[in-house]
């Protein structure tokens, strides 16, 4: 090789450029073990579950569910099969098992809106311990999923694209003149248009999957207002990691949101399908949070959707403290002269360089 060929090796593989490419091969084997960890093996864990019988036989019932090998159900006596189904499509528990006393058929409660996956697995979970028991069991399905939602995956597949379009987005708006926000003003600006962006956005994806497509059920103002909320709050980390963090920001923002977010939404399967550490960390994440209140709306006439609301909030609340607050500091920080005449912000922002 020659000296010319190693000046130029030198040159195009800067020490920046190699560190870089070290992170992107960490988010690529990150993505795969999360991906991989999370989806390979999906069983039924604690599953929130009722059961209506008379009370001695109710305590037996639960007792027996407690016992069942791997813990798949966490069992409650409910009173009656009313408020089984009310408990249900609250979100308070997946199913209930509704015990007949005088015959030997019982019926078993579930919400396929929720999760086909988990409707499944807990009628193959009901109808094989019934008949270890001699009985059988009819299966209702009380908030049953679209046709047109196949193993309910919409909800998820259209939360997924919010928060693409929301990271996506925030990138573009950051790397235009350069990784970090040069001042305030800018800040406020991209935050601005960031509003606007995930407004038109929400909009969208609620018309396609609603009148469109007809894949998802429910009022399309709350869904649209939702995929605002959900694209904004992306967005708004998104810009305020890239504040703190210059180009780095936007792989964290892919780590949180695609290789954390997503595997543990609940999409591809219900959280209580999920290992343990999936199912804690998805209801805190963006994915998980609006992956649940979609399919709140779609399915259970918005029950359940206050605690994942407050989660979106929080996120986009804290990314636009931290973005302003990040471009304030940033704006005070000493810096060398630039060229006479020309705006620090500028200079900085080109010497931070493009993204």
């Not at 992107?24 to 999906?42: E, T």
């Not at 604690?46 to 036989?57: E, L, N, S």
């Not at 609250?90 to 199913?95: K, Q, V």
């Amino acid at each position: 090789m020659t000296q010319s060929t190693l000046s130029e090796v030198r040159d195009a593989v800067t020490p920046r450029a190699t560190l870089l490419v070290i992170g992107v091969i960490a988010l690529q084997l990150l993505f795969i073990a999360s991906y991989v960890g999370a989806l390979h093996d999906p069983k039924p864990k604690d599953v929130p579950f009722g059961v209506v019988a008379p009370r001695a036989a109710a305590g037996q019932a639960v007792a027996r569910l407690e016992q069942l090998p791997g813990s798949p159900l966490d069992p409650r006596a409910v009173a009656d099969e009313a408020t089984a189904r009310k408990q249900i499509m609250h979100r308070d528990i997946d199913g209930a098992l509704v015990v007949n006393p005088a015959g030997i058929t019982d019926t078993l409660l579930v919400a396929s809106g929720g999760g086909t996956v988990l409707a499944t697995a807990l009628e193959n979970l009901t109808t094989a311990l019934e008949k270890s028991q001699s009985r059988a069991v009819r299966t209702i399905d009380v908030a049953p999923a679209s046709p047109q939602d196949f193993d309910g995956l919409s909800s998820f597949y259209l939360v997924v694209g919010w928060c693409v379009g929301g990271y996506l987005c925030a990138s573009i708006l950051a790397i235009s003149t350069g990784a970090r926000p040069a001042n305030p003003t800018r800040a406020a600006i991209r935050l601005g248009v960031m509003a606007l962006v995930s407004i038109v956005g929400g909009l969208g994806g609620a018309v396609v999957v609603g009148p469109i497509l007809d894949a998802l059920p429910g009022s399309v103002v709350a869904l649209w207002w939702l995929g605002a909320l959900i694209t904004f709050a992306v967005g708004a980390a998104t810009l305020a990691l890239q504040g703190v963090f210059g180009v780095v920001g936007i792989g964290l923002a892919i780590l949180l949101v695609v290789v954390a977010g997503n595997p543990s939404a609940g999409g591809a399967f219900p959280l209580p399908m999920l290992p343990p550490f999936w199912n804690a960390i998805g209801p805190a994440l963006p994915p998980g949070a609006g992956t649940w209140a979609a399919r709140s709306i779609a399915y259970f006439r918005g029950n359940d959707t206050t605690t994942s609301l407050l989660v979106l909030g929080a996120w986009a609340l804290g990314g636009i403290v931290v973005t302003m607050l990040a471009a304030t500091l940033r704006r005070r920080r000493p810096t060398e002269p630039g060229p006479a005449g020309a705006d620090p912000d500028d200079t900085m922002a080109r010497a931070n360089g493009p993204a």
